[in-house]
């Protein structure tokens, strides 16, 4: 039975696909198996029209959603291929090319079906692999199949592997799954229609699934867990499968919760970083929060990676396996009876059986199987298991021993119950003087031990950095300047603190090519060969920081400090003098922080501006000692400063930032910390705090923010830029300077044109407090529309009241978005509006850079028509030109987590354009 009949079987079903799309947890896309047959063979009919696909021939799938693999891998098998999915893509240019090479040579040379968006952005550095944009596909264009690499020389298949391993019918191989290549290049795992159905059907007798339940992914379809343990197995059940966007779970983990209830999902999978993460959010979140999850149809979490002591069911599964494959379905009570120190993996499940050989065996003695209770080389054997990996005699011969049986490379011994228990992996048995010891032993050793100042429960996975450096080994500054600039860029991305060891010149360990290889070097970093770089590197830092770091000299200070290492998840110390905003905080994380701050000193309200005002552990534990002395009722409001200190380091010219229409700041925190040469200034409007009135016309907005601006920056040049409406504002600002002489030599528009009038007078209260809604992302652009009509006649409390009821609650808990504050904002927002109805451009400024990306549907259709019929209208008002930059997303997510990356990087260039 071939797997294009799991398909038609799943098709005569009512079950479905519930897949999310990235940011959008309440509105799935629904497909019925049914839906997903038609439109799969539709597709595989334009691949085998296109003229470049042929029967048997391996597909590389890389998309980047769910729905769109999940299309594509059913097309290439109704077609006749062998679909393969590609894995994520390492983020450097050498890496990919030597990867692009790779797969070309192993996969003998795949066709890649990819979108042209994909292929602009992941296949800049391809060379040889060909790519076929699906979009030519669909809008019936001729296919057009890049092939740059030379046809003259294309890549020998091994004919002769396909005959030695060469079978019939069910053994035929189906898909290609690629192994990590954390051991090196990736290899090719070979799983055969037979193998397939030979897991569907031992999955399902070891932990059987309820028949009206549904199955949950998260990770990308290229791991063994989700193809196979998820979306294949769920058609061979005929129960319903949710796909979401990894992004989606690990921004917000109890979104994981909420889905696992709303679907009634039976199995999961999912990663022990992630689980750790979702321990934290339990521990730190409200009860409200989780109030309503239902999970009583959850049975089963499958989790790979590093051992979980929590876990319920222990297991064993590989991808050569089609993942787990044996089970203790008896843990705990089975362990506990036996009197084992660990928990057992259980027995094989249908399909599969086990052996253990002597460490004889792998010592290139006898052939000979460890008896009962002894610790030899696990190994495995049956329908479920793999036969060869593709395209790679060598690995396969390697993998398999003579008489047919596959070596895992883990170290196990089986007990007199006939169950697995895991003693680690081979290469991991440290051996001295003789004597073999296995680091899990001696690890929970250590653990038992409870030593003091040890974190138990500590997450298991992390990133370490090692670069070559520069400078002087005696040039301390210059050491930790790149240590601070390594932990950004790193926590930008990743929002993960690093650990960074820096090397002298020739340490890294190089292939004899010359090149860097992230095994030999993790293999050295494990062996100790850089422990001696590693004692020096903590030397200098302790001594560095004893001697510059100032450490808490007051009980609130200390509290305060707690209160950030923990919310912040922030690991070592935090100058109390260092800005809490440079060590990579997102606007979420510092709603988060206001949150403890309140809840640990007992203060009801912390004003946001506080903490961003006041943005060191020193200071604004003074601002709060001062705020607990002083009643609520008795605090004076202070003279109101709209500068906020987004980045403070740098010696480059600031850049001021210019609120857009709802007058928060908190937009630009991202893009901020993109530029640690220059400081970075934001203007919030007035109006946020208790006793502050909004301001009421233009001439006060300026005038206010110009004399803010000259008391924090008295001399030019000047770098100014606004987000939408402050766009306008900034564009006034630059006119005051030039007219008192001042140099204004970057001005940039975020998506605004000149002309906002008409605009601004659609724009009323009700708007306002739809438009911050929106901008929040608390509601849908659907929900917005129906708000829209059902709004008018409402009070305005009724009006938040009926926002907040349709909102997505979890946002709004994050965001410490309450009535009041609904409210409160709305206000400031409305005032920034009626100004803008009588606002009409005059005068020029020297120059403009304008970023402009998909417009609001009531502006302009497309990007095309809003840059030519709205934004040209600046050229006008601009006596040396107007620049133009296209960019992505869309009006409210130009420059959110997804986008700002790409963002910032056009508007570097632009200002280095203009010699700043």
């Known amino acids: 039975m071939r797997i294009k009949t799991l398909l038609e079987h799943?098709?005569?079903?009512?079950?479905?696909?519930?897949?999310?799309?990235?940011?959008?947890?309440?509105?799935?896309?629904?497909?019925?198996?049914?839906?997903?047959?038609?439109?799969?063979?539709?597709?595989a009919g334009l691949l085998l029209n296109s003229g470049v696909i042929v029967q048997r021939q391996i597909v590389l799938i890389h998309f980047r959603t769910h729905l769109e693999n999940i299309i594509w891998f059913w097309a290439s098998v109704i077609a006749g291929c062998v679909p393969c999915m590609s894995t994520p893509l390492v983020d450097n240019d050498a890496g990919r090319k030597l990867h692009f090479n790779h797969l070309h040579s192993v996969l003998e040379d795949p066709v890649v079906l990819t979108?042209?968006?994909?292929?602009?952005?992941?296949?800049?550095?391809?060379?040889?692999?060909?790519?076929?944009?699906?979009?030519?596909?669909?809008?019936?264009?001729?296919?057009?199949c890049s092939m740059t690499h030379s046809c003259s020389n294309p890549v020998k298949k091994n004919k002769k592997e396909h005959q030695q391993y060469g079978v019939t019918s069910e053994m035929d191989l189906a898909v290609l799954l690629l192994t990590s290549g954390s051991t090196g290049n990736a290899k090719a795992v070979c799983l055969s229609h037979k193998q397939l159905y030979a897991s569907f059907r031992g999955k399902l007798a070891t932990m059987p699934l309820p028949s009206n339940s549904a199955l949950l992914n998260w990770v990308g379809l290229d791991h063994v867990a989700s193809l196979v343990e998820v979306h294949l197995c769920a058609m061979f059940a005929g129960l319903d499968q949710v796909h979401v966007p990894a992004t989606t779970v690990i921004s917000d983990p109890l979104i994981f919760l909420v889905l696992l209830s709303r679907h009634g999902v039976s199995r999961t999978f999912s990663p022990h970083f992630f689980l750790r993460e979702l321990q934290k959010a339990l521990e730190v979140e409200s009860p409200d929060k989780v109030l309503g999850i239902n999970l009583h149809r959850l049975l089963y979490i499958a989790s790979g990676g590093a051992p979980n002591i929590n876990t319920i069911t222990p297991g064993f599964g590989m991808t050569e396996t089609c993942a787990g494959a044996i089970f203790n379905r008896n843990f705990p009570a089975a362990d506990l009876d036996a009197g084992n120190e660990f928990a057992s993996l259980g027995r094989c499940m249908p399909g599969i059986e086990m052996r253990v050989s002597s460490r004889a065996h792998y010592n290139n003695d006898e052939d000979t199987i460890a008896a009962t209770g002894v610790v030899g080389e696990l190994e495995i054997r049956g329908e479920v298991v793999f036969e060869r990996y593709f395209n790679n005699e060598q690995a396969t011969r390697d993998a398999l021993t003579s008489d047919g049986w596959f070596k895992t490379g883990d170290l196990a011994s089986i007990d007199l119950n006939g169950v697995l228990r895991y003693a680690g992996r081979l290469k991991e048995e440290i051996n001295?003087?003789?004597?073999?010891?296995?680091?899990?032993?001696?690890?929970?050793?250590?653990?038992?031990?409870?030593?003091?100042?040890?974190?138990?429960?500590?997450?298991?996975?992390?990133?370490?950095?090692?670069?070559?450096?520069?400078?002087?080994?005696?040039?301390?500054?210059?050491?930790?300047?790149?240590?601070?600039?390594?932990?950004?860029?790193?926590?930008?991305?990743?929002?993960?603190?690093?650990?960074?060891?820096?090397?002298?010149?020739?340490?890294?360990?190089?292939?004899?090519?010359?090149?860097?290889?992230?095994?030999?070097?993790?293999?050295?970093?494990?062996?100790?060969?850089?422990r001696a770089d590693e004692e020096i590197d903590k030397r200098i830092c302790q001594s560095y920081c004893s001697l510059h770091y100032k450490e808490s000299q007051t009980e609130t200070?200390?509290?305060?400090?707690?209160?950030?290492?923990?919310?912040?998840?922030?690991?070592?110390?935090?100058?109390?003098?260092?800005?809490?905003?440079?060590?990579?905080?997102?606007?979420?994380?510092?709603?988060?922080?206001?949150?403890?701050?309140?809840?640990?000193?007992?203060?009801?309200?912390?004003?946001?501006?506080?903490?961003?005002?006041?943005?060191?552990?020193?200071?604004?534990?003074?601002?709060?000692?001062d705020m607990r002395q002083v009643s609520p009722q008795c605090q004076r409001v202070g003279t109101f400063n709209p500068v906020v200190t987004l980045q403070p380091n740098g010696v480059k010219t600031a850049l001021w930032l210019i609120h857009p229409g709802v007058g928060e700041v908190l937009v630009f925190l991202g893009l901020a910390q993109h530029f640690p040469d220059r400081p970075i200034y934001g203007m919030r409007a007035r109006g946020f705090n208790a006793?502050?009135?909004?301001?009421?016309?233009?001439?006060?907005?300026?005038?206010?923010?110009?004399?803010?601006?000259?008391?924090?920056?008295?001399?030019?040049?000047?770098?100014?830029?606004?987000?939408?409406?402050?766009?306008?504002?900034a564009f006034e600002l630059a006119k005051l300077l030039e007219a008192d002489g001042d140099t204004v030599q970057f001005l940039g528009s975020f998506n605004l044109p000149p002309h906002i009038k008409e605009r601004m007078r659609t724009l009323d209260w009700t708007a306002g407090a739809l438009h911050i809604a929106q901008f929040c992302g608390i509601i849908t652009d659907e929900q917005m529309e129906q708000l829209r009509s059902d709004m008018p006649g409402l009070q305005k409390d009724q009006q938040v009241a009926r926002i907040l009821a349709v909102s997505d609650s979890r946002r709004c808990e994050d965001l410490a978005l309450t009535p009041e504050y609904l409210y409160t904002w709305t206000n400031v927002a409305s005032s920034l509006q009626k100004i803008g109805w009588e606002y009409d451009p005059s005068a020029t400024v020297a120059h403009m850079d304008v970023f402009y990306c998909q417009p609001l549907k009531a502006v302009a259709r497309t990007r095309e028509e809003y840059r030519n019929t709205k934004l040209n209208h600046w050229v006008d008002f601009v006596r040396d030109g107007v620049r133009y930059h296209e960019v992505d997303g869309e009006h409210y997510t130009m420059i959110d987590s997804k986008h700002v990356y790409k963002f910032h990087q056009i508007l570097k260039q632009a200002m280095d354009a203009r010699g700043l």
Not at 18 to 37: A, E, H, K, T
Not at 438 to 448: C, G, K, M, S, T
């Open 691 to 729: 006793g502050e009135t909004p301001f009421k016309s233009l001439q006060e907005v300026l005038a206010t923010y110009y004399d803010a601006l000259k008391q924090q920056q008295p001399q030019g040049p000047y770098a100014i830029a606004g987000y939408s409406y402050g766009s306008m504002i």
């Open 432 to 530: 001295i003087n003789g004597v073999k010891y296995l680091p899990r032993e001696i690890e929970d050793a250590i653990i038992r031990a409870a030593i003091p100042g040890l974190a138990t429960r500590a997450c298991t996975e992390g990133i370490m950095v090692v670069y070559e450096h520069t400078y002087e080994r005696e040039d301390i500054a210059s050491r930790m300047e790149t240590l601070k600039s390594i932990t950004r860029v790193v926590s930008l991305f990743s929002r993960v603190r690093p650990r960074v060891l820096p090397l002298p010149p020739g340490r890294l360990v190089k292939s004899t090519l010359g090149k860097l290889s992230r095994p030999k070097i993790e293999a050295a970093l494990a062996h100790g060969e850089y």
């Open 115 to 144: 979108n042209q968006d994909l292929k602009d952005h992941d296949f800049i550095e391809n060379s040889v692999l060909r790519i076929m944009v699906v979009d030519d596909l669909e809008t019936g264009s001729k296919p057009q």
């Open 557 to 625: 200070e200390r509290m305060l400090m707690r209160v950030v290492m923990e919310t912040l998840d922030m690991a070592g110390g935090l100058d109390i003098d260092a800005p809490i905003l440079s060590t990579g905080v997102n606007s979420v994380d510092l709603i988060r922080l206001k949150r403890a701050i309140e809840a640990a000193f007992g203060i009801h309200d912390v004003p946001m501006l506080t903490i961003m005002t006041h943005a060191t552990i020193r200071s604004l534990s003074k601002a709060l000692e």
């Open 10 to 43: 799943a098709a005569t079903t009512e079950a479905e696909l519930i897949i999310y799309n990235d940011g959008d947890d309440s509105n799935p896309i629904r497909l019925s198996y049914r839906n997903l047959y038609n439109q799969a063979k539709k597709k």
